[in-house]
């Protein structure tokens, strides 16, 4: 994973378990490894309202080198990178019942939750307790360090010798944390959604196999709102995340602050059409336009990164003449060159809703992207366009699953809402739950009757 990609999902990991009462004001923190160092949430900082761009970027040995001030905890945290290499992450929470289970004075410190459930066992084996140390305190280190199993499972630390908080500040905590008091988890769910399944459009903390993580493109899904109430109507009706087309006639940090404001982040859009209106559909594969193409690209990408996006996708047109090959080429290797830590997208677009688009199948998108030889580039796999070229979504997948960087779902034909249990998405959606598929879903299709009305679609995801 990119950078970025890392910074996007701690932010919204952290949220996720702040919203489900896993941990509550300023308590908790999270760290990840990222290339050489690491990543790290901000002393101080609550978990339901981190910024990616604020979280501490360490050194391999645990030094800031920007970001703000990392978390107290670092301590704590270490040890469990040392005693194994393949440990990615560390995830440190304050849940209410492991605090007051670790108060009783009736638990075995060495095996502190009775196997009450075979779960319980296979999940997280046996769990020891550690005496507490304050944060910051060098003193949990050498504890951790001199037992090195405990670095490997879930451990627990004892709070029976610390003073409970101040229930009047706690409560601040929580009353800022919400801003000002406000709860931002959806209170309603759409028309015709159960509430278990849109629920879980936000992590499940059962063990029910992979998580179909889905998300609004707001390039479709209520039409009839501005882009902000649009940001603001996807956070109430449940989901994590969105996805925009084209948002660049408001300002990036309007639309920044209407995501934040709604719960969601934001993880792709796409570069500039052209002239629409003469029916251009991306200036990549148009030679003679190269400069437009690079203010276009730039202008995406500022957004990309004010926005906290994670990728964005490339519209390549319609060729014109001979070149386009030559032309769309040097455009992507331009654009892939000057990303950054952000994926460039390329999406094959089908002939019937689009006819003349450079390229309409997955094995051309890759014939490109081979041509491109950069490995930032990706492929957008929307499985409405692979089916109306006659193709089967699940078959295709298999074939390039390890070059995709996003994908998309519509209903086959018509683009309306998704069928998810019948054929050509139910084998679709069966494979990426069976491979484990952990990524988003992007929602890209035209609700038959209304946004809300329509959602109660993803009921009938298989396995869900």
């Known amino acids: 994973?990119?950078?970025?990609?890392?910074?996007?999902?701690?932010?919204?990991?952290?949220?996720?378990?702040?919203?489900?009462?896993?941990?509550?004001?300023?308590?908790?923190?999270?760290?990840?490894?990222?290339?050489?160092?690491?990543?790290?949430?901000?002393?101080?900082?609550?978990?339901?309202?981190?910024?990616?761009?604020?979280?501490?970027?360490?050194?391999?040995?645990?030094?800031?080198?920007?970001?703000?001030?990392?978390?107290?905890?670092?301590?704590?945290?270490?040890?469990?990178?040392?005693?194994?290499?393949?440990?990615?992450?560390?995830?440190?929470?304050?849940?209410?019942?492991?605090?007051?289970?670790?108060?009783?004075?009736?638990?075995?410190?060495?095996?502190?939750?009775?196997?009450?459930?075979?779960?319980?066992?296979?999940?997280?084996?046996?769990?020891?307790?550690?005496?507490?140390?304050?944060?910051?305190?060098?003193?949990?280190?050498?504890?951790?360090?001199?037992?090195?199993?405990?670095?490997?499972?879930?451990?627990?630390?004892?709070?029976?010798?610390?003073?409970?908080?101040?229930?009047?500040?706690?409560?601040?905590?929580?009353?800022?944390?919400?801003?000002?008091?406000?709860?931002?988890?959806?209170?309603?769910?759409?028309?015709?959604?159960?509430?278990?399944?849109?629920?879980?459009?936000?992590?499940?903390?059962?063990?029910?196999?992979?998580?179909?993580?889905?998300?609004?493109?707001?390039?479709?899904?209520?039409?009839?709102?501005?882009?902000?109430?649009?940001?603001?109507?996807?956070?109430?009706?449940?989901?994590?995340a969105v996805e925009l087309h084209w948002p660049y006639d408001i300002p990036a940090p309007e639309i920044r602050r209407a995501a934040d404001a709604a719960g969601v982040r934001i993880l792709a859009l796409n570069s500039l059409r052209g002239d629409v209106a003469a029916g251009e559909a991306g200036l990549a594969c148009l030679p003679g336009r190269e400069a437009e193409f690079r203010d276009t690209i730039a202008l995406a990408f500022d957004y990309a990164r004010v926005l906290g996006a994670g990728a964005v996708h490339v519209m390549a047109g319609k060729p014109q003449g001979d070149g386009w090959q030559k032309a769309l080429v040097a455009n992507l290797r331009h654009a892939c060159d000057t990303a950054g830590d952000l994926k460039v997208l390329i999406e094959p677009l089908n002939t019937t809703d689009n006819p003349g688009y450079a390229y309409a199948t997955i094995d051309a998108a890759q014939a490109i992207r081979a041509a491109v030889d950069r490995p930032n580039l990706r492929l957008m796999f929307d499985a409405y366009h692979v089916a109306m070229m006659g193709q089967d979504p699940a078959t295709v997948w298999r074939l390039c699953r390890g070059d995709v960087g996003h994908v998309q779902v519509a209903g086959v034909p018509g683009r309306g809402e998704p069928v998810p249990d019948a054929p050509p998405l139910r084998a679709f959606f069966e494979t990426l739950r069976a491979e484990g598929y952990a990524g988003w879903i992007g929602c890209e299709y035209r609700p038959a009757a209304g946004t809300e009305a329509g959602l109660g679609w993803s009921d009938r995801i298989p396995g869900g």
């Open 1 to 240: 994973m990119t950078e970025a990609e890392l910074r996007a999902d701690i932010t919204w990991w952290g949220k996720s378990m702040f919203d489900r009462g896993l941990t509550s004001g300023t308590s908790g923190n999270i760290s990840v490894r990222c290339g050489d160092g690491f990543l790290a949430t901000p002393t101080n900082s609550c978990l339901g309202r981190l910024d990616p761009a604020r979280l501490s970027r360490l050194d391999a040995d645990w030094q800031l080198l920007d970001g703000d001030p990392p978390t107290k905890e670092i301590a704590l945290h270490r040890p469990f990178y040392a005693a194994n290499p393949a440990n990615g992450a560390v995830v440190h929470l304050h849940s209410t019942h492991a605090t007051a289970l670790s108060c009783r004075a009736d638990i075995d410190p060495a095996d502190t939750i009775r196997p009450l459930t075979p779960y319980v066992v296979m999940r997280l084996g046996v769990v020891p307790l550690l005496p507490y140390a304050r944060p910051g305190s060098d003193a949990l280190e050498p504890r951790l360090r001199a037992g090195r199993e405990p670095c490997r499972r879930p451990f627990g630390q004892s709070r029976a010798d610390r003073r409970r908080a101040d229930p009047d500040r706690r409560r601040e905590c929580h009353r800022r944390a919400r801003g000002g008091g406000e709860d931002r988890r959806p209170s309603a769910r759409p028309a015709g959604a159960s509430a278990d399944r849109w629920r879980d459009r936000r992590p499940s903390s059962s063990f029910r196999g992979p998580l179909m993580r889905l998300s609004a493109n707001l390039g479709f899904l209520w039409p009839d709102l501005p882009l902000t109430e649009r940001i603001a109507a996807a956070g109430r009706a449940g989901f994590a």
